[in-house]
Antibody, heavy 125, light 107 residues
Framework: EVQLVESGGGLVQPGRSLRLSCTAS????????VSWVRQAPGKGLEWVSL??????????EHAASVKGRFTLSRDDSKGLAYLQMNSLKIEDTAVYYC????????????????WGQGTLVTVSS | EVVLTQSPATLSLSPGERATLSCRAS??????LAWYQQKPGQAPRLLIY???NRATGIPARFSGSGSGTDFTLTISSLEPEDSAVYYC?????????FGGGTKVEIK
């Protein structure tokens, strides 16, 4: 069974850092990209960042709202992906979902076929 | 950035009725569009990818159509458990973008 479990969320002050982890199981983690999607309280979904698999050299993409502040990494041997969030802002407050991302041949991007349950990040003083 | 506009914002229908949800893109995304269902307190679930392909385990009452800029998610006969918010997402261009969602209420 495919499972994705996020951890590392919590309350953090503006300007500080936080690292989220995503633990994957039940599939060949190294063969897939990992995408992070967030949802502010009572709001819709917002794509945040994506890290490709090793075949695509683990390259990353970021939404403009987090570019330069968030970075991604992965440890395929452990089935782990990380979202390092620096210089956090109040507007980064959201539930952060880790997803398994599938590349659509012919397209440029990815859609998410499995989602974790999410971890809440609250940025507040 | 591709902007996805979903309509209506809310749809209130009775069990057994047909639901038609719209997603319009600000520029062509070909058929690189997905639909997700999100129930309260739960993570989203993939319903449709490549505009019209049902994801694994998704009931046949869910279908997707469209290409270019206009897309439709149809629920042929609503069940009580279909009460949820539905989102479209394009993956033709970066950044990946989502629509604002359509809430489906079951009377």
């Amino acid at each position: 069974e495919v499972q994705l479990v996020e951890s590392g969320g919590g309350l953090v002050q503006p300007g500080r850092s936080l690292r989220l982890s995503c633990t994957a199981s039940g599939f060949g983690f190294g063969d897939y990209a990992v995408s992070w999607v967030r949802q502010a309280p009572g709001k819709g979904l917002e794509w945040v960042s994506l890290i490709r698999n090793k075949a695509y050299r683990g390259t990353t993409e970021h939404a403009a709202s987090v570019k330069g502040r968030f970075t991604l990494s992965r440890d395929d041997s452990k089935g782990l992906a990380y979202l390092q969030m620096n210089s956090l802002k109040i507007e980064d407050t959201a539930v952060y979902y880790c997803t398994r991302a599938l590349y659509s041949s012919g397209g440029n991007g990815y859609y998410s076929d499995y989602w974790g349950q999410g971890t809440l990040v609250t940025v507040s003083s | 950035e591709v902007v996805l506009t979903q309509s209506p914002a809310t749809l209130s229908l009775s069990p057994g009725e047909r639901a038609t949800l719209s997603c319009r893109a600000s520029q062509s995304v070909s058929n690189y569009l997905a639909w997700y269902q999100q129930k309260p307190g739960q993570a989203p679930r993939l319903l449709i990818y490549d505009a019209s392909n049902r994801a694994t385990g998704i009931p046949a009452r869910f279908s997707g159509s469209g290409s270019g800029t206009d897309f439709t998610l149809t629920i042929s006969s609503l069940e009580p458990e279909d009460s949820a918010v539905y989102y479209c997402q394009q993956f033709r261009n970066w950044p990946l973008t989502f629509g604002g969602g359509t809430k489906v209420e079951i009377k």
